[in-house]
């Protein structure tokens, strides 16, 4: 976790500079969307439980903003943390399982339609030319450091009321992703990104800590989960002298 607090304290300096160059931030909520990869099927299967476990999950990041200035290529550093949490019971035992991501990524995005145009982004007295202006593609490349936690209770011969168990594996992983977008000024200094984003997480060794549960993940698995990410970008601007 040294590396990630070395890292918090680069991208808030980076804040600091990117927001007196171009005085932009935003803030990205999320809804996230996993694919169950084979660790979780086969660990649901063995347990004979629901099948989505850590299907769904939530995340907030904050961004800001770099631009070229002949094209309309952005840059967009973001640091944030995704979670997601599944609980559910078989007819003996309780079973927990918890997922946090602390994530680095480097948003690029490209304007299509206005590839060639200068930083007039759409705004709220510009709504004539919002798909052409705000109409943009997203690349994500990334790097993040997950840490997965499993609870359950299982009674036994000694201890019918149960017995607990826990495991927490932790590690970096790495992602890539693609979006697209649009810009919706609400006034000259607030705007509105909605996305829609496809994930590929690697490196990641379990979704599901093996701990005691052991021989209820097979090692040989895959370590590749997808991910749909259904986000909404808040952008403010500080150089309210440019209107």
């Not at 993040?144 to 036994?156: A, E, K, V």
């Not at 979704?207 to 993940?217: A, C, E, H, R």
Request: with cysteine.
């Amino acid at each position: 976790m040294r590396q990630y607090f070395q890292l918090t304290i680069i991208f808030f300096a980076l804040v600091f500079i990117g927001q007196s160059v171009s005085g932009q931030i935003g803030i990205r909520t999320k809804y996230l969307k996993n694919g169950i990869d084979d660790n979780q099927t086969n660990f649901i299967s063995k347990v004979g439980s629901i099948d989505d476990a850590l299907s769904t999950g939530y995340g907030l990041g904050i961004d800001f903003w770099v631009r070229l200035k002949t094209k309309r290529v952005e840059f967009l550093p973001e640091l944030g943390i995704n979670y997601s949490q599944t609980s559910f019971e078989t007819e003996i035992t309780q079973y927990s399982l918890d997922y946090n991501y602390l994530y680095f990524n480097l948003n690029t995005r490209i304007y299509p339609m206005d590839f060639e145009g200068d930083c007039d982004c759409p705004t709220f007295s510009n709504q004539s030319t919002l798909i052409k202006k705000g109409f943009y593609f997203e690349l994500s490349p990334g790097v993040g450091y997950y840490t997965s936690h499993y609870d359950s209770s299982l009674p036994t011969v000694s201890n019918p009321e149960g017995e607990n168990s826990t495991a927490t594996v932790d590690a970096f992983s790495y992602k890539i992703g693609v979006a697209v977008g649009l810009d919706i000024g609400l006034s000259n200094l607030l705007t509105i990104n909605p996305y829609a984003m496809y994930n590929y997480h690697f490196g990641r060794e379990y979704d599901i800590p093996v701990g005691k549960i052991s021989t209820l993940i097979d090692s040989n698995s895959g370590n590749i989960m997808s991910q749909l990410e259904l986000g909404l970008r808040f952008a403010i601007r500080f150089d309210a002298k440019n209107y």
